[in-house]
């Protein structure tokens, strides 16, 4: 059973910054490409940062290039998002998300992490 | 960047009945590789969001018959046949044809 199951975030002053952390389990996690997407308060969703399944290859929404860095561990079966110069517009729920084995699909997505940027 | 546009924004369905949602892109979404990277996934509140349908009409494990996606190209549909309770909630089509990946701005459906 597929399990990705989020943790860090929390509360940052803006400008700051936080981590994010993703454990996975119940699949070949070396062997898909992960992503990161996020939920606003009471809006829609939107999607953040791609890792491909080596590391080789990342990819991020334009509202977060520059500051937000996807990495992944294979030996620990983890993968991470590092949030830096915080805005108060980066609040919100921050998923983790498996690819598709098909290719290029959301599959599964965690149950999410809370990320509240505030003075 | 591709906008996806859903229409309707919200659906007030009865038990029984069908409903439809369109999603229209501002641009092709057919891949190099010949596929179309086109899915809707259903959100619960307090949940993450689940995957339906993927590249336009394949059923992704587990998702009931009563839900088929059709379209191509630039013009997409996600139909209930028959509408149960456990089908309220809010729809999202992405695409995961072109970096970045985007989403609709969501079709809540109201029993």
């Known amino acids: 059973q597929v399990q990705l199951v989020e943790s860090g975030g929390g509360v940052a002053q803006p400008g700051g910054s936080l981590r994010l952390s993703c454990a996975a389990s119940?699949?070949?996690?070396?062997?898909?490409?992960m992503h990161w997407a996020r939920q606003g308060p009471g809006t829609g969703l939107e999607w953040v940062a791609y890792?491909?399944?080596?590391?080789?290859?990342?990819e991020y929404a334009g509202s977060v290039r520059g500051r937000f860095t996807i990495s992944r561990d294979d030996s620990k079966n983890m993968l991470f998002l590092e949030l830096e110069s915080l805005r108060v517009e980066d609040t919100g729920i921050y998923y983790c998300?498996?690819?598709?084995?098909?290719?290029?699909?959301?599959?599964?997505w965690g149950q999410g992490k809370q990320v509240i940027v505030s003075s | 960047d591709v906008v996806l546009t859903q229409s309707p924004p919200s659906s007030p369905v009865s038990l029984g009945q069908p409903a439809s949602i369109s999603c229209r892109s501002s641009q092709s979404l057919v891949h190099g590789d010949g596929k179309t990277y086109l899915s809707w996934v259903h959100q619960r509140p307090g949940q993450p969001p689940k995957l339906l349908i993927y590249?336009?009409?394949k059923r992704f494990s587990g998702v009931p018959d009563r839900f088929s996606g059709s379209g191509a190209g630039t013009d997409f549909t996600l139909r209930i046949s028959r509408v149960e309770a456990e089908d309220a909630g809010i729809y999202y089509c992405?695409?995961?044809?072109?970096?970045?990946?985007?989403f609709g701005q969501g079709t809540k459906v109201e029993i």
């Open positions: 992405t695409q995961g044809t072109l970096f970045p990946w985007t």
């Open positions: 998300v498996k690819e598709f084995s098909s290719g290029w699909t959301l599959e599964i």
């Open positions: 890792i491909s399944w080596n590391g080789e290859a990342t």
């Open positions: 590249q336009i009409s």
């Open positions: 119940g699949f070949g996690f070396s062997g898909h490409g």
